[in-house]
């Protein structure tokens, strides 16, 4: 590992010197920031936001969303249970609340949240706070924050020697029976509800102790949309520990890959095999979580990290959202016998191919712009972490030079189209759910609802950019016209 200093490093090649749309960063936009050309005014009160702009709906929307969204989580764990993987829905006649108050009680049964869930819930998190403060890492730096004085925060990157560690210490409790691993899918409705109360619990203890401290940012005085858009930019415990980069890597993708692995073991120990269908998913969830650790270090640059606040967005997405919806595809497969889903060898080499194909776009498609601003930012993180793909760092980047002081990419995946790494993604998460077929819905929920989020967000950030980068980002879309797929649309 090599932290190159400021200034030095722009390509591989660490040439410094280029021209505008040249062949590399020229020398005065090294080291420049992206943040402090965001448009965010100095000079006016950062705690307050009184740009009349409410994003998701505003109260009503985010108010929506807080109550229907871990209502929603428990109906489907209900569908697995006891609607044989299907969305539950009154039987013929029956009165709608009638209906309401079965599901109720069915997903109290199915899903009480017991003290040993609790206990492995936060012992987790206990355990992974641990590997964060005693195992080896490097260090980034983050985008400069402009009401700090273009402070920029040191962020120490550790989640790959967790992630691999957490394996290990996983197979010991397995192995000594101190807790098996099916734990996770024989147990899983009471984790369920664990991890949704867990995440409305930490969402107040994050606001109200960011009101406590003074460290409210960017605030609209609408309770509700502030709570679910977060009070805190860097929420920190002891000046180290990043929350948001801590929730949002470690926890949400470690657990999914868990309940994968816990879905393979308990395959091997009922049938005596794993079927090809829930080793796809064993590689799918290694590479997205393997995906967030080897790179950590590019996160901290990413818009949720310089942008987004630690609310209830944020905070519940990774510590309910993520780990216990994402993983439907894998569940329902374990609760149904393989004759349900054995597809012909060539489907499912097929999907293997098409998974990998996906992955390798969104990997390098996103190591290439990360890298391309930690090089300008001269913060570039040389990693060996495994695999590192041919294509992620780019060589003599073009760009635009922009008036605001930034820059765009336009070579590379970049060059090819706007948000191609998008396209990619949701084509990964379709995978996961073509590999279960269509028998059941519950496994095509995540590429749905992706495909919705996904395509708010691309709307979100060119509204952003194009307000931040003006003329130049016309540019962009003149030199760059396709958005999703190159040559397409
Ligand atoms: P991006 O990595 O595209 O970040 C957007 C930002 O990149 C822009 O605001 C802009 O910021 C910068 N940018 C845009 N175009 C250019 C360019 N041409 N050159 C240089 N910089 C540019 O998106 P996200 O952070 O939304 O997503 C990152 C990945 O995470 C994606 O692959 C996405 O699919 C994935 N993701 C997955 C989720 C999941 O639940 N599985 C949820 C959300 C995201 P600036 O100019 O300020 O640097």
Redesign the pocket.
Known sequence: MEVRSRGKSCGENGSTNGSTNGSAIPKELVGSD??AR?NLKMGHDHRVDNSGEFEFGGVWGTGLVMVFFPLLMWYMWVGQVYYNSQFPMPEKGEAIGDFAAKVVELAYECSYPTRKAWLVYWGFLAYQSLLYVTLPGVWAKGNPIPHRNNLRLDYFCNAIWAFYFTIATVIVFHVTRILPITFLVDEFGSLLSVGILSGILVSFIGYFSAIHRGAQHRMTGRFVYDFFMGAELNPRIFGLMDLKMFFEIRLPWFILFLVSCAAAVKQYETLGYVTPQVAFFLLAHWLYTNACCKGEELVVT???MSHEKWGYMLIFWNMAG?PLTYCHGVLYLVRHDPSVYRWPAGVNIFLYVFLLCAYYI?DT??SQ??R??QMENGTLVVRKTFPQLPWQTLKNPK?IKCKNG?????SGW?GLA??V??T??FCQLTSWGLICGFASPLPWFLPAF?MT??LH?AWR?TE??AK?YGADWEE?KRQVPYLFIPYVI
């Open positions: 992206t943040a965001d990413t818009w949720d993520v969104f498609c996103n712009k990360n391309f601003r760009f930034g820059t765009l990419l336009t970049y706007r948000k790494h998008y990619a993604d992706f989020m996904i967000r950030d952003r950019c931040k962009y």
